[in-house]
């Protein structure tokens, strides 16, 4: 049978109720979006912002990594807090956090300074932190299995696309007003005008939660099947869910919406959220956020100046969308694992590649310096390109699927906090370190990044389950 046949065999209903699941999910993961979005907003407004106050470099580099701490917090707490309140509910809060930072960061030389701003951050990367943890859950909780992970990968598409706005409206705002701290219009700065920029997708984000139907596995858990029942049949198709409610039921268990961190924790499903936490780390040690701080280096190798800062992004964005793209379309046939394992693969070769390359840099002024050589300037380069291609179809998006879908129905919320925690708790430290780590040794620090590559893959293979395909009512036999 042909694709095509495939295609037309599908019941017209079912055709529908994944077009309405679709739309779900594309609404749910405008919250990561945020993510990408937050994080190069500050990234083009951080050295006015240092100006602004009068900051010095450790000053400058807690204004960054604070909203890390924030996103930790949020994703530590999120995850039950749905369980209680609802997904739904939880998303749209996410979008107020985001309208707090956007207007209040934006006025904050005036109502309080400094101290006033690390507020906002902190306010914005809770609410980050907790749409990075339950928009997955979400969309695990409405999408039909067989679609259920390129759904769940538009979080990553998401995360690109909010990098490049972002990045696209820092150079708009900083082309017309001379420089990031220069008076733009209405007596705003061109950084105040970055954070006012939130603001609109911060809206959208809060009307369009507020119209989505809350999840029916939670519904289930407060007894409210006929609700329940009423979402199955339109994200699903299957005019009689009542069977599958009956699943669900059952795979909640006993005291599911009372179980929090500590018991999850001593729980027969403790080896499972290790694993999961393993993989959390795993992803941000193979340096994702690390590579990317030293990319303008490796650009301005290859004669790309710091000037060329939006034809890089141009360059990195395209590679990016090109990952995620396959991820996307990957995931759901070739499986969790195996993409896990193929990117991860080409993650520590690409990894191992600039790690040679600036082991064998000619040495100028005591200083390996990739630049010296034109030849390993581009294998550079390729090698990084060839690393966001393995991150973005693998490791990025599938991070996420694997959360979203590997814990029973009884712990999800809860597990999902711990997970969603411990990557930005990593990720905090990466970033915290990554500079300490350059300045010690290129060469090193990459090799180091290697190793970890290789133990990810080494992990998964031994001890991730493969989800593809499996209802989430069946994943409690699936970890056995």
Known sequence: MTVTDTATSVPPRVRSAHHYATSLALIATLGPFFYGFEGMVLNGAISAVGTEFE??????????????????????????????????????????????????????????????????????????????????????????????????????????????????????????????????????????????CLLIPALFYIVFTSRIPESPRWLVSQGRDEEAAAVLRRVTGDEEPEARIQEIRRSLGEGAATMGLVRILRSRWRGLVLVGVAIAAFQQLTGTNGIFFYSNTLFEAVGLSEDSALLQTLILTLFKIVGVTAGILLVDRVGRKRMLLGGGTLIFISLAAVATVFTVAPVVDGVHDISADPVLAFLAVAALCCFLLGFTSSWGPIFSIVMGEMFPNQIRGGAMSITSGADFFVNFLVVLLFPY????????????????????????????????????????????
């Open 437 to 480: 780590l350059i300045a010690w040794s290129p060469a090193g620090t990459y090799w180091l990044y290697c190793g970890f590559g290789v133990l990810a893959v080494l992990f998964t293979f031994r001890f991730l389950h493969e989800t593809k395909g499996r209802e989430l009512e069946d994943m409690e036999e699936v970890a056995r």
């Open 55 to 196: 900051l010095g470099a450790l000053a400058q580099g807690v204004a960054g990594a604070i909203g890390i701490l924030g996103g930790f917090i949020g994703a530590l707490f999120a995850g039950r807090l749905s369980d209680r309140i609802g997904r739904r509910t939880v998303l749209m809060l996410v979008g107020i956090c985001l309208l707090f930072e956007a207007v209040l960061g934006a006025f904050s030389p005036w109502l309080g300074g400094f101290g006033f701003l690390l507020l906002c951050r902190v306010i914005g990367g809770i609410g980050f932190g907790a749409a990075t943890t339950v928009a997955p859950g979400y969309v695990a909780e409405i999408a039909p299995a067989h679609i259920r992970g390129r759904l769940i990968a538009f979080r990553q598409l998401a995360i690109i696309l909010g990098l490049f706005l972002a990045g696209l409206i820092n150079v708009l705002v900083t082309s017309a007003a001379g420089s990031s701290d220069a008076v733009l219009a209405l007596g705003l700065k061109a950084w105040q005008w970055m954070f006012l």
